[in-house]
């Protein structure tokens, strides 16, 4: 009951509206993804790409934010918490192109 309640573990928080709004902003720049896929198909992938990327960078830079700032916004309005994220989503967004080239060559 009570102990099993307290096991469980938490829900991942969504992302912030910051965080979310970086990681499209990102995403549109990088030219080329699912470029081969139907408009609706290119437009759904890159939404749950998006929200992968959201969820991955809480994780990978969860510690870092709590340490330079009291939430998300603050962090991503930090010059250096903005370019260490978006560095990070543009890796990211080219690992994705790679693969998506690699692909289309088999």
Same mark, same amino acid.
């Given at each position: 009951?009570?102990?099993?309640?307290?096991?469980?573990?938490?829900?991942?928080?969504?992302?912030?509206?910051?965080?979310?709004?970086?990681?499209?902003?990102?995403?549109?720049?990088?030219?080329?993804?699912?470029?081969?896929?139907?408009?609706?198909?290119?437009?759904? +992938? $890159?939404?749950?790409?998006?929200?992968?990327?959201?969820?991955?960078? *809480? #994780?990978?830079?969860?510690? =870092? %934010? @709590?340490?330079?700032?009291?939430?998300?916004?603050?962090?991503?309005?930090?010059?250096?918490?903005? +370019? $260490?994220?978006?560095?990070?989503?543009?890796?990211?967004?080219?690992? *994705? #192109?790679?693969?998506?080239? =690699? %692909? @289309?060559?088999?």
């Amino acid at each position: 009951p009570a102990a099993a309640v307290a096991q469980r573990p938490s829900r991942p928080q969504p992302p912030s509206g910051a965080l979310r709004g970086l990681v499209q902003e990102r995403l549109r720049r990088a030219l080329g993804l699912w470029k081969q896929a139907g408009e609706d198909e290119r437009q759904l +992938r $890159l939404r749950c790409f998006r929200d992968q990327l959201c969820r991955l960078a *809480q #994780l990978r830079f969860e510690a =870092a %934010a @709590a340490r330079a700032a009291s939430c998300w916004e603050d962090f991503l309005r930090n010059s250096s918490g903005y +370019r $260490l994220v978006a560095d990070w989503v543009d890796r990211k967004a080219a690992e *994705q #192109l790679q693969k998506q080239g =690699a %692909a @289309a060559k088999r």
